[in-house]
C-alpha cells in the first residue's frame, strides 16, 4: 500500500534539545518536501529536495536542518536555535510536475 | 510576486446549502491549480486540480472548480454541503516543471445542522 508515512504523530521537546521528525514514502517520487503549519497561516515551506544528496532551502528554513540519503527518506531535525518551534509538520512528496501528496503530520510541542 | 489568496478565514453554511470557497491567484506563468482539503489533526487531501483543458473541473466528494483567467481565480463549489464537509480548505498554485507549490492561508468550513 503506497503512500507517506511520518513519525511520531506527537513529539514532545525540552528547550534547548535536538529532535528529528521523520519522512518515509514508497511511492517512488523524486521531490520531497517539508512544511510547518501555525493557526491561520496555511503552509510555510520549510526545506525541499529534488533528488537524492540535493535539497534546497524554503521560506522558513532557519533552525531547521535535513538531510536526502535515500530517495525514500526525508527527515527534519528541529535544532534548538528554532525560536518556536512548536507547531504542526507536514511532509509531502511529488511525482514530477504533478500533484503533491501529504503525509499524516506530526504535531511537535516544546515543553 | 506568486501568491495565493484565500479571501474568507472561515464560513459557516447550513447543511443541504450550497457552497462556494474563493481563491485568487497571481502568477506569471501558467498556472497548476489545486484545492486540498485538511481534517484536523491530519495531512492534506487532494480534492481537485486543474492543469489545462475544460475549465470546469470535476473532484471527489462532489466538488467542482471553475478557473477563470480573467479574473485570476479558481473557486470551488459543491451544491449540497454534508456535515463531514465540515474541515479547512487550502487552494494552491504550481506551475510546469516547478517543484514549488504555493498554499493559500486556507478557508475553514463549519457546517450548522
Redesign the interface.
Known amino acids: 500500500d503506497g503512500g507517506?508515512t511520518?513519525s511520531p504523530k506527537y513529539l514532545f521537546r525540552k528547550e534547548g534539545q535536538n529532535v528529528t521528525l521523520s519522512c518515509e514514502q514508497n511511492l517512488n517520487h523524486d521531490?520531497m518536501y517539508w512544511?510547518r503549519q501555525d493557526p491561520?497561516?496555511?503552509?510555510r515551506?520549510i526545506y525541499?529536495s529534488?533528488i537524492v544528496n540535493d535539497f534546497q532551502k524554503g521560506d522558513i528554513a532557519e533552525g531547521y536542518s535535513v538531510s536526502r540519503e535515500k530517495k525514500e527518506s526525508f527527515p527534519l531535525t528541529v535544532t534548538s536555535a528554532q525560536k518556536n518551534p512548536t507547531a504542526?509538520y507536514?511532509c509531502?512528496s511529488?511525482p514530477?510536475?504533478d500533484?503533491?501528496?501529504?503525509?499524516?503530520?506530526t504535531?511537535l510541542t516544546v515543553l | 510576486a506568486q501568491s495565493v489568496t484565500q479571501p474568507d478565514?472561515h464560513i459557516t453554511v447550513s447543511e443541504g446549502a450550497s457552497l462556494e470557497l474563493r481563491c485568487n491567484y497571481s502568477y506569471g506563468a501558467t498556472p497548476?491549480l489545486?484545492w486540498?482539503v485538511q481534517s484536523p489533526?491530519?495531512?492534506?487531501?487532494?480534492l481537485l486540480?486543474y492543469f489545462s483543458g475544460d475549465t470546469l473541473v470535476q473532484g471527489i466528494k462532489g466538488f467542482e472548480a471553475e478557473f477563470k483567467r480573467s479574473q485570476s481565480s479558481f473557486n470551488l463549489r459543491k451544491p449540497s454541503v454534508h456535515w463531514s464537509d465540515a474541515a479547512e480548505y487550502?487552494c494552491?498554485v504550481?506551475?510546469?516543471?516547478?517543484?514549488?507549490?504555493i498554499?493559500?492561508?486556507?478557508t475553514r468550513l463549519f457546517v450548522k445542522a
Do not use: E
Open positions: 507517506i511520518q521531490a512544511y491561520g497561516q496555511g503552509l515551506l525541499y529534488q504542526f507536514l509531502a511529488k514530477g510536475s500533484t503533491q501528496y501529504f503525509g499524516p503530520g504535531r | 478565514i497548476y489545486f486540498y489533526g491530519q495531512g492534506l487531501q487532494l486540480k487550502f494552491a504550481g506551475n510546469t516543471g516547478g517543484f514549488k507549490t498554499f493559500g492561508a486556507g
